[in-house]
């Protein structure tokens, strides 16, 4: 069954970091680009970035340059999203999804709760 | 403040037809790229609802229709049923930004 399957949920402190881990069960892992999209309280889905792994490369938002590092483990179908420098307003459903760039997100994780509390 | 603005909620009767828009610039749905929909309930998973601007994945009833013209895009829900209930967000890509882009999301509700 196609399905990416994350880590879960994480409460943390602010100025620490979080890394979140999402499976893919998919043929061809490094065929497909895999992106990071949050959702805080109350908010609408903000999309962080997204890892090819085929290419090497991961595209970061402006807004979470220099706070977020995406990878991917071919080798276990894996990709991970670290976020640094936690803050309260970091507190959101993280989700992994298949896709990115002009491309449409047709699977997505089961979402991984992180709480950022003091 | 989205790159993509939508209507905070939109509302229907059952059986009638709802609206959602979803408004950009010329960096994202007006230099041609696609813009895709999805249906969010609480406490699941952003379901995918139409892809390509208007094409319905398989199992999505074709109660649902996306449309766009110029800088905006349109998502129709006719029939209205109790179960359509949910924040819809539309998707694209803002070659300005080099960035996926969604729009702030609209509640639909069912009266």
């Known amino acids: 069954q196609v399905q990416l399957v994350q880590s879960g949920a994480e409460v943390k402190k602010p100025g620490s970091s979080v890394k979140v881990s999402c499976k893919a069960s998919?043929?061809?892992?490094?065929?497909?680009?895999f992106s990071w999209v949050r959702q805080a309280p109350g908010q609408g889905l903000e999309w962080m970035g997204r890892?090819?792994?085929?290419?090497?490369?991961?595209d970061v938002g402006q807004k979470f340059q220099g706070r977020v590092s995406i990878t991917a483990d071919e080798s276990t179908s894996t990709t991970y999203m670290e976020l640094s420098s936690l803050r309260s307003d970091d507190t959101a459903v993280y989700y992994c999804?298949?896709?990115?760039?002009?491309?449409?997100?047709?699977?997505w994780g089961q979402g991984t709760l992180v709480t950022v509390s003091s | 403040q989205s790159v993509l603005t939508q209507p905070p909620s939109v509302s229907g009767a059952p059986g009638q037809r709802a609206t959602i828009s979803c408004t950009g610039s010329?960096?994202?749905?007006?230099?041609?790229?696609?813009v895709h929909w999805y249906q969010h309930l609480p406490g699941t998973v952003p379901k995918l609802l139409i892809y390509?601007?208007?094409h319905r994945p398989s199992g999505v009833p074709d109660r649902f229709s996306g449309s766009k013209s110029a800088t905006s895009a349109s998502l129709a829900v006719t029939g209205l049923q109790a179960e359509d209930e949910a924040d819809y967000y539309c998707?694209?890509?803002?070659?300005?930004?080099?960035?996926?882009?969604f729009g702030g999301g609209t509640k639909l509700t069912v009266l």
């Open positions: 998707h694209s890509y803002d070659d300005s930004l080099s960035a996926v882009v």
């Open positions: 390509g601007t208007t």
């Open positions: 999804a298949r896709g990115g760039g002009a491309s449409h997100f047709d699977l």
């Open positions: 010329s960096s994202n749905i007006g230099a041609g790229y696609d």
């Open positions: 890892i090819i792994s085929s290419l090497g490369r991961a």
């Open positions: 998919v043929d061809t892992f490094s065929r497909y680009s």
